[in-house]
């Protein structure tokens, strides 16, 4: 009976350690997205980072319904200047989605530079 006890407790403890570590991921994936997207909004963001980003693999489905919203920006709103990604009104996309995963504000460490 023991040894029945102990196993259930270690299987709740393993079940409970994969769960924190799949949320942790999952914040971890929402800020680098959220890091993109305000590198593409400052015009820091570099022409091959855009593109990694669009080809990266994405488990959560939110992350990936804005993606392919924001895939077609830069054909749909052609960029003005060699450092963006797209043009005005694609940018106030781009910041409204930002504003979306970062519950409104903006973290130090989302403003540092990709892939430059």
Request: aromatic share 6%; charged share 25%; glycine share 6%.
């Amino acid at each position: 009976m023991r040894s029945l006890l102990f196993m259930l407790a270690l299987c709740a403890l393993l079940g409970l350690a994969l769960a924190r570590l799949a949320q942790q991921r999952r914040r971890r994936a929402r800020r680098e997205f959220a890091q993109v997207l305000r590198a593409a909004v400052d015009g820091r963001l570099a022409r091959y980072a855009w593109l990694d980003f669009l080809a990266a693999d994405l488990a959560d489905p939110e992350l990936l319904e804005i993606r392919s919203h924001i895939a077609e920006l830069p054909a749909r709103y052609p960029p003005e200047g060699p450092d963006r990604i797209c043009g005005p009104e694609g940018t106030r996309i781009l910041e409204h989605y930002l504003s979306t995963l970062t519950g409104g504000r903006s973290s130090k460490a989302s403003r540092s530079t990709i892939g430059r």
